[in-house]
């Protein structure tokens, strides 16, 4: 039998964190709330199921992904309009350092973004993200790599450097802040040699 009041607290403890990494996902904090809300909603329906899992908030993430990319085609006209004019001014007390990060995620590949919000957002080790993207740890770890360079591109100071080359400014790796995210964020994300990832094709 569900009890409500143990779901009741299960999305208290949640919600917050959860549309935190959809955002930094999709980079729209009103697309973020939707697949949130909605993955709750499904996941309420299968509550005597879900609250048996070790880990339901995964179960809730995983829901949240694929339904983002379930409706991708209906968001074409949304996601249109924030690459024209940027991300809107829609999540108060999200910093500027947040708001960038989120924007260099969304000019990555789908694949690649996805690996480092569960990795470096979430916290999945490299096992854990693989485990929940069905992709083999090697496949993960070249992701991440990927990512990280070309983000470093689009968050350097010099707009000039190459995708080898650009390193993150030191404000934007210290200051990083969003609701239910570390600080660190970015030190964590960016901070990494390709050296220090060895992986296979």
Not at 86 to 113: C, W
Not at 163 to 173: F, H, K, L, Q
């Amino acid at each position: 039998m569900r009890d409500p009041r143990v779901f009741d607290d299960f999305y208290a403890g949640h919600v917050r964190r959860l549309t935190s990494h959809m955002y930094a996902m999709t980079g729209s904090l009103a697309e973020a709330e939707d697949l949130v809300q909605e993955a709750f909603a499904r996941a309420w329906q299968n509550w005597e199921k879900v609250s048996g899992y070790a880990d339901p908030e995964a179960w809730v993430r995983s829901v949240a992904c694929r339904i983002r990319v379930s409706v991708w085609r209906k968001a074409v006209n949304r996601l249109t309009a924030h690459r024209r004019h940027g991300i809107p001014d829609e999540a108060p007390g999200v910093s500027p350092d947040y708001v960038a990060v989120v924007a260099a995620l969304r000019r990555i590949p789908y694949e690649q973004r996805r690996a480092i919000v569960l990795h470096h957002l979430v916290g999945l080790s490299v096992e854990e993200t693989a485990r929940e993207t069905d992709a083999a740890p090697g496949t993960v770890k070249a992701r991440l790599s990927r990512g990280r360079r070309a983000m470093a591109s689009y968050l350097s100071d010099g707009a000039g450097d190459s995708p080898a080359e650009a390193t993150p400014s030191i404000g934007m790796r210290s200051s990083l802040t969003a609701p239910g995210i570390p600080p660190a964020v970015a030190t964590d994300v960016l901070g990494h040699t390709d050296q220090e990832v060895h992986h296979h094709d």
